[in-house]
């Protein structure tokens, strides 16, 4: 015989409760204990524990986001200010970088407000653009 909380989990009668009645929402699970007996020992724990570690989740995770897409905006930056500091021509690499630093601004701000997939499809191809920009055939 299981217990769980001082109540007995496997009754002689195969109910599963400890009052003996045959519900079918007290038989017994897999790991001895009944659904009756999950769900009060879920309800006692506490919402406000598993509340607070959802919105934990979700704040490092715009947080994530959001600096992320902020790196690439800078790097986009600095590698638009290092390849005019070289003597490079002006041409498509430039856009490319241009339009790598607004994605990678529209991502921060997506990821901030906490549309984190959206801010990270956007970030990712401004990424992409900014690599397509450093490629030989715009050097």
């Known amino acids: 015989m299981t217990t769980h909380d001082g109540n007995a989990a496997n009754r002689s009668d195969g109910t599963g409760r400890s009052d003996g ?3 079918s929402g007290g038989r ?9 007996e999950l769900r009060a020992g879920f309800r006692a724990q506490g919402r406000s ?14 947080g994530m986001y959001a600096g992320f ?3 690439v905006a800078v790097t986009c930056l600095v590698l638009i200010v290092v ?4 003597g490079d021509a ?8 241009a339009v790598g630093v607004a994605l990678g601004g529209w991502g ?8 984190t997939r959206w801010a990270m499809l956007v970030t990712c191809i401004g990424a992409a653009l900014a690599g397509l920009g450093d490629s030989p055939v715009f050097r």
Do not use: K
């Open 21 to 23: 009645s045959a519900r």
């Open 28 to 36: 017994p699970l897999s790991s001895g204990a009944s659904t009756d």
């Open 49 to 62: 524990e598993v509340v607070e570690e959802g919105r934990r989740d979700a704040r490092q995770a715009r």
């Open 69 to 71: 897409a902020g790196l």
């Open 83 to 86: 390849r005019l500091g070289q």
């Open 90 to 97: 002006l041409g498509v690499w430039v856009a490319t970088y």
């Open 108 to 115: 921060f701000v997506l990821g901030r407000i906490g549309h």
